[in-house]
């Protein structure tokens, strides 16, 4: 089966930058499927369609990192009945998408305490990252069992540890060591964040990693986001002005010279 990025990368004419990394705060199930007269559970369902069709837009297009927040870690407050469901969806797409994943060359890996998810998801989201792992085009990350603050107390435990066992001096701590100990260094800082469903709030998501993201809010549900709700979030990001706090040519502060204010 195939294992690269579909090739030609059907990249739109945006007018603008292209962002390597876009994050989605995937809000609004229970709303779109309460106003449709459906219980909550449906809007999650139809969710499903809604991540197909944003994943294989996002390979296709050549985006290079898409990660979507999947399930938080306050998301376990939920009913218990809620939760079941969500998990028996997850175990369901990570099982039934191998074949999209596959043919477009997306590598799928999970972030997050993922030794909270029952066994069986926690399985089966293992066989799909083993399965895709060669794949070289788009890196599909699902925040699960997800939280930032969760994430910085697990680097500064971690870290912590590499400093009682002699392997981490005060004088070495610098803003990359920080992002080594987070869940996934290797990925870039998100350059869009799109949340749907209106509100105004990051919700403990990437909140180190999207220190100089743009930030997209849609009024849209995700249940009924597609393609047409992708293009219209790549174009406000492609006539944005990036500064990372310095002027109009600033680089990023991870990967350029400036330094930000
Ligand atoms: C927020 O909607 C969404 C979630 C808590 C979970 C997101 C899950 C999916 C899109 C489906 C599962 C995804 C995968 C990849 C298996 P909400 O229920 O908080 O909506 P509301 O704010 O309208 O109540």
New binding site residues.
């Given amino acids: 089966m195939a294992s690269n990025p579909p090739s030609p990368v059907e990249r739109p004419d945006l007018g603008g930058p292209f962002p390597e990394h876009l994050a989605v705060i995937?809000?609004?199930?229970?709303?779109?499927a309460?106003r449709q007269g459906l219980r909550?559970i449906f809007?999650?369902r139809e969710?499903?369609a809604?991540?197909r069709e944003v994943t294989t837009s996002c390979a296709r297009m050549g985006l290079e990192s898409l990660t979507?927040?999947?399930?938080?870690v306050e998301?376990w407050k939920r009913p218990r009945k809620e939760v079941e469901y969500?998990m028996r969806?997850?175990r369901r797409?990570?099982v039934a998408e191998r074949d999209t994943l596959m043919e477009n060359g997306v590598r799928l890996m999970g972030i997050g305490r993922l030794d909270e998810l029952p066994a069986d998801a926690l399985s089966k989201l293992r066989e799909t990252e083993e399965l895709t792992r060669e794949n070289t085009g788009m890196v599909l990350r699902?925040a699960l069992s997800y939280g930032s603050r969760t994430e910085l107390a697990d680097a500064l435990r971690e870290a912590v540890a590499d400093a009682a066992a002699g392997n981490l001096r005060p004088d070495d701590v610098d803003d990359d060591t920080l992002r080594g100990y987070l869940y996934d260094p290797q990925t870039p800082d998100p350059d869009l964040v799109i949340r749907t469903?209106g509100e105004m709030r990051l919700s403990n998501f990437l909140l180190w990693q999207a220190s100089y993201s743009e930030l997209y809010v849609t009024e849209v549900?995700?249940p009924e986001f597609r393609e047409p709700d992708l293009l219209a979030a790549l174009r406000a990001y492609a006539g944005r002005e990036r500064r990372y706090g310095g002027l109009i040519d600033a680089k990023p502060p991870d990967r350029g010279s400036e330094k930000a204010v």
């Fill in positions: 995937m809000d609004g199930n229970g709303r779109w309460q909550r809007g999650h969710g499903i809604s991540v979507l927040y999947a399930f938080s998301n969500l969806l997850l797409y990570l699902l469903a549900c995700w």
